[in-house]
């Protein structure tokens, strides 16, 4: 009979913990990854950051052990500018929508045509200004992870030096970016 009573206990301690997480609102989703001992960018991954610093677009690689250290950073690089770039292209394909919606272009093909060229241009020039930021290496596996940085006003400054681009969109982009960044980026929360 204790047993039973001290199984319920459980079951209502373990409800009413289910009853308010479900009433706390937005669930708060952790890191999988669960390393203690790496940076937090490694645990919280691919991400748009906002800060005191500024807006910045993050983008996390890693690469396994594979004999050559030195492939291995150069392998944990390319996928950390690799998911930048995804990041980016996310961000780029929601001003363009927004452009379109409030420009009124997506009833001309032709101007749709070209303005979704110009904002893949506009995405392969800003990675060129994208740095590795930092590199980590797990003690316990091997995997190096680094991570891909690119500041918004790097991105605006660009957008400022394409002379070839819509002066419609040039504009669009500098007095909306911020505010689509924040919004993509609690979109992505």
């Known amino acids: 009979m204790r047993e039973a009573s001290r199984w319920a206990a459980v079951c209502l301690v373990a409800g009413a913990v289910l009853a ?8 708060v989703i952790k890191s999988d990854l669960g390393m203690e001992d790496a940076p937090e960018w490694v645990n919280k991954g691919t991400a748009y950051l906002d800060d005191d610093q500024g ?11 594979m004999g050559d250290q030195s492939l291995q950073i150069s392998t944990a690089d390319d996928r950390a500018r690799a998911a930048l770039a995804r990041v980016l292209t996310t961000y780029m394909d929601v001003v ?50 680094a991570i891909a940085e690119l500041d918004m006003r790097h991105v605006k400054q660009t957008v400022g030096n394409v002379s070839d681009m819509d002066a419609g969109l040039r504009q669009y982009i500098q007095e909306h970016g911020d505010n689509i960044f924040d919004r993509v980026k609690e979109g992505n929360q």
């Open 96 to 145: 363009s929508r927004d452009y379109r919606s409030a420009s009124g272009t997506g009833k001309d093909a032709a101007a749709d045509q070209s303005v979704t060229r110009q904002i893949k241009a506009l995405t392969k020039v800003n990675l060129t200004g994208a740095k590795i930021a930092g590199r980590w290496k797990d003690k316990h596996t091997g995997a190096i992870y």
């Open 20 to 27: 308010l997480g479900a009433c706390g609102g937005k669930p």
């Open 55 to 65: 807006r910045v677009f993050h983008g996390v690689g890693s690469a396994p052990t």
